[in-house]
């Protein structure tokens, strides 16, 4: 029988890395994806969807933080499925390129 997984991706950020997120990471049952160590360029949010949100978001201004969290929610609510799988297949060929470079950095 097939099973359904959380694969889990994050950097190595010190904060990410930490006794207690790795624990949680492990109760919630995630399976982590190793990341190499100094690859901002292979962080899918630092490529896909925060350039993405911040073009939206570009220009304009909020009076609250509250406001700011219903922007970034309905802006990732209005997103159709295929954005997120296109944006991890990008990040799929990324990885296949950093391997191909040997570890090199991925121009973008």
């Known amino acids: 029988m097939l099973r359904r997984k959380v694969l889990f991706h ?7 890395t930490s006794v207690q997120s790795m624990a949680e990471i492990h109760n919630c049952g995630f399976e982590l994806l190793p990341h190499p160590p100094y690859s901002p360029d292979l962080a899918p949010s630092d490529f896909f969807l925060f ?14 933080n509250d406001e700011v969290k219903a922007a970034v929610d309905a802006y990732f609510d209005s997103k159709e499925e295929s954005f997120f799988f296109n944006g991890l ?20």
Do not use: M
């Not at 994050?10 to 990410?16: E, I, K, L, S, Y």
């Not at 350039?51 to 609250?64: A, E, V």
């Open 10 to 16: 994050q950097d190595n950020a010190r904060v990410h």
């Open 89 to 108: 297949n990008a990040w799929k060929g990324r990885c296949q390129k950093c391997i191909e470079l040997d570890g090199d950095y991925v121009e973008k």
């Open 51 to 64: 350039p993405n949100l911040k073009k939206h978001l570009g220009g304009k201004r909020f009076s609250t």
